[in-house]
């Protein structure tokens, strides 16, 4: 496998995400640096007996957290008290506790595709670089440096405000049954029409065989259709130029069409109510050719005890749309709350939580995708792991052709709810074309309410 250099490693590339911005920044921030060395040594111990509070999203990866914290509190003789909440209570307690003004967690986790703009708006967490720039407060092995250069601007404001470290990068692929597609001598499509045509030849309800399955419930069907969307020369479903809703353009009818033949013709009974989990335990029961989903929903899958499928798993990246080839990009940065009166002690958490070490075991446990470079270049850990070769080189070239999977908006789950029922119906057979021109007339004076908000 070859290696990634951190000019393309995870990111959505340096022409997408301001790069160049970046770079200068780092060069600022290494003068500083140098600077700092002088004002104290650096020492894990230098916070030994307080007690902070961390506020984590319940996925593979917070369970990572949480399994070696004792390995932190030994290192600093720092108590931390670690809660895991699903996804979308989740983003519900933060933002509430933040506006409260008084919340109960010193260190927490932000989706960036959902609460990036609304917690940059309202500065709910602070801004790292001072820390970053104190060498009496950054380990010297933390090297910033190792963090690719789209997942640091995915954790940056539009302000320049580096209010949370990147922890992870939700890149979508498939996932998809080498068994079945052999018993049909079928490759892996490369194209999303190809892809179609591969998951019709392979569906046999009589069987209760499944081309494709995927998320059909609202809200959560919102990225599939963003992963066809990407391939089209409109790529977005908000200009990011001038804030202007494109949900109801050919291209946006297109993308729909192709959710709504997958789903429809190709697909389990009952998959309107699919979540990421219903489509993981369909797959995983070998009723499906294809799974559209993220990164981080592979361990299970070569889990022997529970997959029927375990040993038979591809992994690949996504096919090339019309126009374009991206995979939807999403990820989670770490923050440490304005309001918290223990900052320094936190900033020793977010140092360790995102160190090389546990980012690696992120990976090599099939956990998700790291936001830093280094873990990809573990030819060791990565010969050693559980998780065949191609499921390391997909998230390799993946972050190769990454780009943001929704619009960087303040009402992301009200776009998600709007769009993701007209989806939804589509499912139920109703006109494509219809309902994403419903939506988006639905949905267009909210996004332009919360522009002249901003």
Known sequence: MSKVTRRVALGAGAALLAAPALVRQGHAQGAADRGAANRGAFNWKRFSGERIEVSLTATPRSQILAQYNKEFEDLTGIRVGVEQIPEQQHRQKFAIEFASGRPSFDVVTI??????????????????????????????????ADFSAGAVAYSTQSDGRLDTMPHDNDLWIIYYNKEMLAQRGLAMPKTWDEFYTAAKALTDPSKQQYGFVGRGLRNANVPVYASFLLGTQQRDSVDPATMRLMTDTPDAIWAGQMYQKLLRECAPPGVVGFNWNESQTSF?????????????????????????????????VVPAGPAHHHCALFGTGMGISEMSSKKEPSWLYVQWALNKQNQLRFLTSGAGAPARSSAYRNEEAIATSRFPR??????????????????????VTEFRDTIGTALTNTIGGADVAAELKRATEAFRPVLEQSERAS
């Open 111 to 144: 989706s960036l595709h959902v609460n990036k703009r609304q917690v940059g708006r309202a500065k709910w967490c602070m801004d790292l670089r001072p820390l970053l720039q104190d060498a009496s407060l950054t380990s010297p092995e933390f090297d910033f």
């Open 284 to 316: 995983m029961q070998g009723r499906a050719a294809f799974w559209l989903d993220g990164v981080g929903f592979a361990a299970p899958l070569e889990d022997r005890q529970r997959s029927r499928v375990a040993g038979k798993v591809g992994y690949a």
């Open 390 to 411: 191609d499921f390391f080189t997909t998230l390799i070239e993946s972050g190769k052709i990454a780009r943001p999977g929704l619009p960087e908006i303040v009402p």
